[in-house]
């Protein structure tokens, strides 16, 4: 008996989703019997790839999603569906392109190099009305609505089902908040190992929209969804480890500024690969035009962005595209809430691989607040402005193209910009406001 079959049986399961991510974060399943599941554990569920948004045609052979029986879980909210996270596999081979498969073979090249990289992720996310054009709780006003717990609790049926759910998971949960905007939320989980929190990311969010639905509202991770207010960040927690994942490879007190915030002479390459790349990741970082309404935003209405624009790094402090908050790891405030969960660990591990092969020096750290003081770092790159700028900084940054696969990278720089000329191809009321009467 097949591995998921016998789930299927030990646990009460009726249909499978196996479900993979394509290159801009879409989520696509089919659904299978328990009763077809053996075969399709064996073979894959057969998609075309061009109707999703792969670089195909529709000329391309079957893309086979062989699911991943170590990744299912079963829904808490369906217990008779199973979510399997799936591997893409054309005519007998990996498909490069496809997100899971670039994050799987950093992890071996990582692995090859004696080093087992453990992420965290905080996720946000703003709960709306079902038509997603205002937030759901018309007494969600406050000015500075971070961790109100009115608001909290005003919204504790979806939160809390969403963290029971976490816990009957085992995901180790360990607190939940109202975030920076009003509207907005925060869920924790404990770090693991970067698929683990990949597979886990991705169906934290379909596990969010899901329960928010049921709840007659609507979940959105888009970047900047209400003009004025915090975006949704998704900040990554980093670590690394010995293959037995026991000896934190990060901690320790190199000397200099890398030692004194306690990391490692191994940590500061890593850190610095970050630094060394970070123009370029934030065409995979942040992977929307949307996405740069929020780390180029002026004050939000709370009176920070919570969001950088400038590639600096420093001790504890949240004002810095990385932070340093004690020992042993670092946080990635960069990303943000359309990012794909697959390719966010990828581009961590290659440009963290390329920092420590090529003993990259992460710079200065600034312990300055800077927003109030950014402007007088006047040696630091600035962050790209809008997604063609950074998808070009990607574009030009062979090594990190390298990394992450020449056929993604390809795929990925043109699926982009495709989506840039749509961007700039569509009318928007804004050009008739300024320019009609011109």
């Not at 190992?193 to 928010?212: E, G, I, Q, W």
């Not at 990303?335 to 003993?359: C, H, T, W």
């Not at 600034?366 to 063609?388: F, Q």
Request: proline share 5%; with cysteine; net charge negative.
């Amino acid at each position: 008996m097949s591995k998921l079959a016998k789930f299927a049986e030990e646990k009460g399961v009726k249909y499978f989703m196996i479900s993979y991510t394509d290159l801009f974060g879409g989520q696509r399943a089919k659904l299978v019997p328990a009763a077809a599941i053996a075969d399709m554990e064996e073979d894959g569920a057969g998609f075309a790839g061009f109707a999703t948004w792969f670089d195909m045609t529709p000329a391309h052979p079957d893309m086979l999603a062989v699911p991943d029986a170590e990744a299912v879980i079963q829904l808490p909210w369906k217990p008779e569906v199973a979510w399997v996270a799936a591997d893409c596999i054309m005519e007998g081979a990996a498909v490069e392109q496809a997100p899971r498969n670039v994050l799987k073979k950093l992890i071996k090249e990582a692995a090859a190099e004696g080093l087992r990289v453990k992420t965290g992720i905080e996720a946000e996310f703003f709960i709306l009305t079902p038509e997603g054009d205002k937030i759901s709780d018309p007494y969600d006003t406050a000015e500075k609505p971070c961790y109100d717990q009115q608001a909290v609790m005003r919204r504790y049926d979806v939160i809390a089902e969403i963290c029971d759910y976490m816990l009957e998971l085992g995901w180790g949960p360990y607190q939940n908040d109202h975030e920076d905007a009003n509207g907005q939320f925060e869920m924790n989980w404990d770090f693991d190992d970067a698929l683990v929190t990949a597979d886990r990311h991705s169906f934290f969010k379909f596990m969010v929209k899901s329960v928010a639905e049921k709840h007659g509202l609507r979940a959105t991770f888009m970047p900047k969804p209400i003009e004025g207010l915090t975006g949704n960040g998704c900040h990554a927690h980093i670590s690394v480890w010995d293959l037995d994942g026991k000896t934190n490879a990060f901690a320790g007190k190199a000397g200099g500024q890398i030692g004194e915030v306690g990391l490692s002479e191994q940590g500061g390459y890593f850190l610095g690969g970050i630094m060394k790349h970070a123009e370029a990741l934030a065409a995979i970082t942040n992977p929307t035009v949307n996405s740069y309404k929020r780390i180029n935003a002026p004050r939000t209405m709370s009176g920070a962005t919570w969001a950088p624009n400038t590639v600096t790094w420093t001790g504890n402090n949240r004002t810095h595209m990385v932070r340093v908050p004690g020992p042993g790891r670092f946080e990635l405030r960069l990303p943000d809430g359309a990012v794909n969960p697959y390719l966010l660990q990828a581009v961590i591990i290659a440009a963290g691989l390329s920092g420590i092969r090529s003993k990259a020096d992460p710079g200065k750290r600034y312990d300055i607040d800077m927003y109030a003081e950014g402007h007088t770092v006047t040696d630091a790159p600035k962050l790209p402005l809008n997604m063609l700028d950074a998808i070009r900084a990607y574009d030009a940054d062979e090594e990190l193209k390298a990394m992450l696969g020449s056929d993604f990278s390809a795929s990925y720089i043109k699926m982009k910009h495709q989506e840039w000329n749509s961007f700039v191809s569509h009318f928007s009321n804004w050009e008739k406001q300024h320019t009609l009467d011109i």
